[in-house]
């Protein structure tokens, strides 16, 4: 029930983001004819205009502001800052899933996933370590500012300069191979009705049963939309009455918001590793016309 609910939120937010702008508007009059003297560089303008290209206003006007959105390619810190509806950068968070903001960047053909958690400044300024090839990279800060109430998405596009060579999107599968680890997804991606998705870790041919947790459960999951890059939360399903078992089956409900293709990314943590899986998924009824109903090729 709680995902339904949490996309129901961001929805509904969304509304409130256009009607809070226009309640803005008309009660600060001209916007950035006085906006004080916060410490914001003059060569920044966006701290009090956020609805440029590279921002997405989501919640109630927080947006993800980076502050060098077309970076060399390569290794580097990635700065950026989560402005609050009043353009001032957001200093306290609420944890979830142990961390105040977690960031995923992702290149517009799904490849090259990272999932970081940064360090922030005190000045509200965020540092994630990323490695960046040449294309477009979008950004998505999954965070709860503690003045907000409620987890946000926000996202930002990069550009990378260089010689761009996308990659084809992977073919649906349910079998992930990464590390030497052997993953299987059972379950459907399914539009307005949750579903559950398990992953199901094995090595060498035998399951994995001694997960270690990562972010306060034994598997993060992301997913991703092919094309728009939509980001889709997830969460793990938790039974109050029964502990999660630390492998070899790691559960998640998920609710897709319409149909289309889904990266899924499995972030798993055994032998002090961090270890991604990464599926490609239909959503139930969209699904290739030579995909099976079922696989049951055990043995
Ligand atoms: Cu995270």
New binding site residues.
Partial sequence: MQTPARLAVVAGALGAVFAAAVGVGAAVGPIGAAVGPIGAPEAHPSAAAPTTAHQTPVGTGYVLDVLEERPAAGTAAVEFRVLGPDGVPVTEYTED?G?DL?LVAVRSDLTGYQ?V?PDLGDDGTWRAPLTLTPGSWRLVADTTPAAADEDLALTADLQVAGTYDPQPLPGPAPVAEVDGYTVVLTGELTTGAESELTFSVSRDGHPVTDLQPY?GAYG?LVALRDGDLHYLHVHPVEDDAVAPAPGPHVEFAATAPSTGTYRLFLDFRHGDTVHTAAFTVPTAGSAAPDEPAGHGHGG
């Fill in positions: 899933h961390e977690h999932h958690h972010l993060h």
